[in-house]
Every structure is written in C-alpha cells, then in structure tokens.
C-alpha cells in the first residue's frame, strides 16, 4: 500500500522541468509588471530634476515677457512706430508724421501738419506735401515710453529739439524721412540707447556703445 503510495507520488515530484520553468518565468513576468507599474525612488528624482531644468529655462523667459526692460522697450516701441509711419507713409503716398511730445515722453502717428524743420518744405516737393490732406491729422497709432526712461537727447535734421515740449519726425511716400536721433536713458542705472534714422531708407537703427552714438 505504500509502495503504491509512494509510486503514486513520484510522478508528481518528477514532473516535467519545463513546466517548473514556464511557472517560475510566470511568476517572474508577474513580478516584473508589477516593478515596471511603480516609479522607484530614482526615476522619481530623475523626473524632478527634469522639470527643475525645464522650469530653470523657461522662467526667466516667462518673467521677461511678463516684466520687460524698459529701455529695451522703448526702443522696440520707437522702432516700431517708425516703421510704422514709414509703411503708412508709403501705402497712402502721404507725408505721415511721427509726432513726439518730450514732456510725456509719448509718440503718436499723424498727417503732417506743417512744413518740415528745416527747410519748411518738403523734400519731395510741394506736390508730395500736398497730398498730407488725405491723411488727416488724427492719431493712428501710440507709444508710451516708461517712467524709467527719458529722453536724454532729441535731433531732427541736425537740430537739437531736446528742449523743446513737441518735436515731428516726417515720413515721405517714396519711403525717404527726416533725419532723427534720439537718446535715451535708463534712470534706474544709466544704460543709454540711440535709436537713429537712415533718412534715405527711413530704417530705424540703434546702439548701445555711447562711443558710436549719433550726434543730433
């Protein structure tokens, strides 16, 4: 009876090794899925120290987007409302002017309401300063310069105008303009920027190096 017995058991203890193998390897995919399912303590400091490096790029971007440079500012504003005079000028074949008043530290675009500076006459002639007309005198556009920044120096066809509470800058249809520097300071620690215009392609230019300034 326990031979019987003990026969009987041996083919349970002598079962096949494969199918010992295919348990344990089921057992170990288990295991396995189960690790792979979790974040170990490790990929956990990898993925903060990943967003830390993201975040360490993208804020300072963010922050300057929000809070801008003012004297950089001024200058992008400057620049654009000059282009922005110029394409007018061009598309409504008018003198468009470029009106800034010094006490306000404010641009705004315009039709041309008087002669230029200089001459007290267009240099396209009296036929291109009579189409200013079509534009109108209304404002088309504005720029505010910060309270930190001034305008420490104002020419206009080699004139100084930085005494002076208004000052016009005219843009012609043939795409030529007056000549215009302006210099301006960042009374938080000095920094200066001139901003010129090329009075052949009315293109506004700037510096940063006070040893190449335009003069006025």
């Known amino acids: 009876m326990f031979a019987s017995l003990a026969l009987n058991l041996n083919p349970i203890r002598s079962s096949d090794p494969r199918s010992e193998i295919k348990t344990k390897s089921r057992i170990k995919i288990k295991n396995g899925f189960a690790i792979q399912s979790a974040f170990t303590l490790i990929e956990l400091m990898v993925v903060v120290g990943i967003m830390g490096i993201i975040l360490g790029i993208a804020v300072p971007g963010i922050y300057r987007q929000l809070h801008p440079n003012p004297l950089q500012k001024a200058v992008d504003d400057i620049r654009e409302a000059c282009k922005a005079a110029h394409e007018m000028a061009v598309l409504r074949s008018a003198t468009t002017s470029l009106s800034i008043d010094l006490k306000s530290r404010s641009f705004s675009l315009q039709g041309a309401s008087a002669p230029g500076p200089e001459t007290g006459m267009s240099p396209e002639g009296p036929a291109a300063f009579s189409r200013v007309a079509d534009v109108g005198s209304s404002a088309k ?49 000095g920094e200066l920027r001139n901003i010129w215009l090329d009075a052949i392609t009315s293109y506004a230019e700037f510096e940063v190096d006070p040893n190449k300034f335009r003069h006025r």
């Open 141 to 189: 556009g504005s720029f505010q310069l910060s309270d930190r920044v001034i305008i420490e120096g104002l020419g206009i066809n080699g004139l100084d105008w930085t005494e002076d509470e208004r000052a016009e800058v005219r843009f012609y249809p043939k795409g030529t303009s007056d000549e215009f520097s302006i210099v301006l300071r960042w009374v938080d620690n």
